[in-house]
Nanobody, 114 residues
Framework: EVHLVESGGGLVQPGGSLRLSCAAS????????LNWVRQAPGKGLEWVSG???????YYADSVKGRGAVSRDNAKKTRRRKRKRRKPEDKALYYC????????WGKGTLVTVSS
């Protein structure tokens, strides 16, 4: 059974940085494309970033240039560091596996406020 657990959410000031992590189990981590998907209060789901098995990264325009995703296949973890947080970054962030968004974690909440 695929199991994804996000961590690292919390309160950050506008312009600040936060590192989110995703720990995975139950599948061959190194071979999977991994995504971050977020949902802001009262809004729909938004794909934010992805990283393929080779480490190539992809970002939505809304976050491009403000951070990076990485993965550690040995530890089966993935991280996402975002700099220069904006109020509109406030959301529940999900770690999601696969190109088809097959499996989801429960999410970690990021709040941006001064």
């Amino acid at each position: 059974e695929v199991h994804l657990v996000e961590s690292g959410g919390g309160l950050v000031q506008p312009g600040g940085s936060l590192r989110l992590s995703c720990a995975a189990s139950g599948f061959t981590f190194s071979g999977y494309y991994l995504n971050w998907v977020r949902q802001a209060p009262g809004k729909g789901l938004e794909w934010v970033s992805g990283i393929n098995s080779g480490g190539a990264t992809y970002y939505a325009d809304s976050v491009k240039g403000r951070g990076a995703v990485s993965r550690d296949n040995a530890k089966k973890t993935r991280r996402r560091k975002r700099k220069r947080r904006k109020p509109e970054d406030k959301a529940l962030y999900y770690c999601v596996s696969g190109y088809c968004l097959a499996s989801w974690g429960k999410g970690t909440l990021v709040t941006v406020s001064s």
